[in-house]
């Protein structure tokens, strides 16, 4: 049976599946308990691996760009990491913002407020409590000075029927009124116990609230976009994923129209374990491409403290390097990837070290690095451009003289 209006403002789709095929939910419930348990491991590695001042925050940084870039780019607004950037330097210093660079300093303000949000809620100490008001606030923030047609940054649609999705489908809420019914009951929802086992996880949580809020379909524009972020609270507000609690965006971005469909079948067949079980592995994915950044991070963070050893101790080490060699490292290390090697032999910073040193001295130690395992130099088979970059498996073959 088809979702109807009456049955979406009871929003307890989860429970009657557990009430009517306990069969179904029970295996489903333990496919999605396993995804959970998987994801909240990483997040535990995460959380107890050591912050580093110059290295976290730029993991931070370069995340809620991401997420931003992602979030937009499902409503076909599309930007780069470079104009995103953009976009805050011009906010900081009140310059005028074209249209899209609007979007993504809105959406930052988004970011900004659920962080501030939930500090607060932490900082008072008193049970986080959901309110109408809350969710016009992120929807305002978002829309604020863009000329939606009809819409009203932080106040709900007028009196017609809502068309979204794809296939395009009329929405479930068909007047103001039945939006507001609707909102007061799912804020009753998101603020009271639950009753179906999965709802009482947080990560179940947020992506069915998702999923509700874009149902209803509140505002003129900016449903989407609000429905997501709303995700991203509920995930932040229980500590999930501090590096970037936004990044189920990422996600939902790479897989657009699969996305936009599944949200559709939900509709269809009352059924919203598949589409959390999707969104579970997409966020397992993203955990684990977040796990792998802050490893990187203390690779590089052991590879410099392995090449200083190596200076300290040139006199008693098989491998001997030299200032330069060091600084090269550094130099890798901030850039962080695979670089065109004629590229950065002939960056400023790099012809600096060798300026007033033979030719001769640039090959050796290049062909000391090469042979100590401390970079690696690779040819692109389709361009055959050459490029350097570290080794941090050289890290594996270092042993320690513990006697």
């Given at each position: 049976?088809?979702?109807?209006?009456?049955k979406?403002?009871?929003?307890?789709l989860?429970?009657?599946?557990?009430?009517?095929n306990?069969?179904?939910?029970?295996?489903?419930?333990?496919?999605?308990n396993?995804?959970?348990s998987?994801?909240?491991?990483?997040d535990?590695?995460?959380?107890?691996?050591?912050?580093f001042?110059?290295?976290?925050?730029k993991i931070?940084?370069?995340?809620?760009?991401m997420a931003?870039?992602?979030?937009?780019?499902?409503e076909g607004?599309?930007?780069n990491?470079?104009?995103?950037?953009?976009?805050?330097?011009?906010?900081?210093?009140?310059?005028?913002?074209l249209r899209?660079?609007?979007?993504?300093?809105?959406?930052?303000n988004?970011?900004?407020?659920?962080?501030?949000t939930v500090?607060?809620h932490?900082?008072?100490?008193?049970?986080f409590?959901?309110?109408?008001?809350?969710i016009?606030?992120?929807?305002?923030?978002?829309?604020?000075?863009?000329?939606?047609?009809?819409?009203?940054?932080?106040?709900y649609?007028?009196?017609?029927?809502?068309?979204?999705?794809?296939?395009?489908?009329e929405?479930?809420?068909?007047?103001?009124?039945?939006v507001?019914?609707?909102?007061?009951?799912?804020?009753q929802?998101?603020?009271?116990?639950?009753?179906?086992?999965?709802?009482?996880?947080p990560?179940?949580?947020?992506?069915t609230?998702?999923?509700?809020?874009?149902?209803i379909?509140?505002f003129?524009?900016?449903?989407?976009?609000?429905?997501?972020?709303?995700?991203?609270?509920i995930?932040?507000?229980?500590?999930i994923?501090?590096?970037?609690?936004?990044?189920?965006?990422?996600?939902w971005?790479?897989?657009?129209?699969?996305y936009?469909a599944?949200?559709?079948?939900?509709r269809?067949?009352?059924?919203?374990?598949?589409?959390?079980?999707?969104?579970?592995?997409?966020?397992?994915?993203?955990?684990?491409r977040?796990?792998?950044?802050?490893?990187?991070?203390?690779?590089?963070?052991?590879l410099?403290?392995?090449?200083?050893?190596?200076?300290?101790?040139?006199?008693?080490?098989?491998?001997r390097?030299?200032?330069?060699?060091?600084?090269?490292?550094d130099?890798?290390i901030?850039?962080?990837q695979?670089?065109?090697?004629?590229?950065?032999?002939?960056?400023?910073?790099?012809?600096?070290?060798?300026?007033?040193?033979?030719?001769?001295t640039?090959y050796?130690?290049?062909a000391?690095?090469?042979?100590?395992?401390?970079?690696?130099i690779?040819?692109?088979?389709?361009t055959?451009i050459?490029?350097?970059?570290l080794n941090?498996?050289?890290?594996?073959?270092?042993?320690?003289?513990v006697?």
């Amino acid at each position: 049976m088809p979702l109807i209006y009456e049955k979406l403002i009871e929003f307890d789709l989860l429970n009657r599946l557990e009430q009517g095929n306990i069969n179904y939910f029970l295996g489903k419930f333990l496919e999605l308990n396993d995804i959970i348990s998987e994801i909240n491991s990483i997040d535990k590695f995460i959380k107890e691996t050591p912050s580093f001042p110059g290295s976290t925050d730029k993991i931070i940084r370069s995340e809620m760009n991401m997420a931003i870039g992602s979030t937009l780019a499902i409503e076909g607004i599309h930007l780069n990491t470079e104009e995103i950037e953009e976009s805050f330097r011009k906010a900081s210093v009140n310059e005028t913002l074209l249209r899209k660079e609007r979007e993504a300093q809105n959406s930052k303000n988004v970011y900004d407020f659920i962080i501030d949000t939930v500090n607060l809620h932490t900082a008072d100490g008193k049970p986080f409590k959901f309110t109408e008001g809350l969710i016009r606030q992120i929807h305002k923030l978002f829309t604020d000075d863009l000329d939606y047609v009809g819409n009203t940054p932080g106040d709900y649609r007028g009196e017609y029927k809502a068309t979204f999705g794809y296939p395009r489908r009329e929405g479930i809420c068909r007047n103001r009124a039945e939006v507001e019914q609707a909102m007061k009951l799912f804020i009753q929802w998101l603020n009271a116990p639950d009753k179906d086992s999965l709802s009482r996880k947080p990560l179940v949580k947020a992506i069915t609230a998702h999923f509700y809020l874009a149902e209803i379909h509140p505002f003129s524009d900016g449903n989407g976009r609000t429905a997501r972020a709303l995700e991203a609270l509920i995930l932040y507000l229980n500590g999930i994923n501090r590096y970037c609690f936004w990044s189920l965006a990422n996600f939902w971005s790479a897989n657009r129209d699969e996305y936009i469909a599944r949200l559709g079948e939900i509709r269809s067949n009352c059924d919203p374990l598949d589409f959390v079980e999707w969104g579970l592995r997409g966020y397992l994915q993203e955990i684990i491409r977040i796990k792998e950044k802050v490893l990187k991070k203390l690779k590089q963070i052991m590879l410099k403290d392995y090449t200083r050893f190596l200076l300290k101790n040139k006199k008693t080490e098989d491998v001997r390097i030299n200032q330069r060699i060091v600084d090269i490292v550094d130099l890798l290390i901030d850039i962080g990837q695979p670089v065109p090697l004629e590229k950065f032999t002939s960056s400023p910073q790099v012809q600096a070290l060798y300026r007033k040193v033979a030719a001769s001295t640039w090959y050796r130690d290049f062909a000391k690095m090469n042979e100590s395992a401390l970079i690696k130099i690779s040819v692109d088979d389709d361009t055959k451009i050459a490029y350097i970059e570290l080794n941090f498996s050289v890290l594996d073959l270092v042993t320690y003289n513990v006697r």
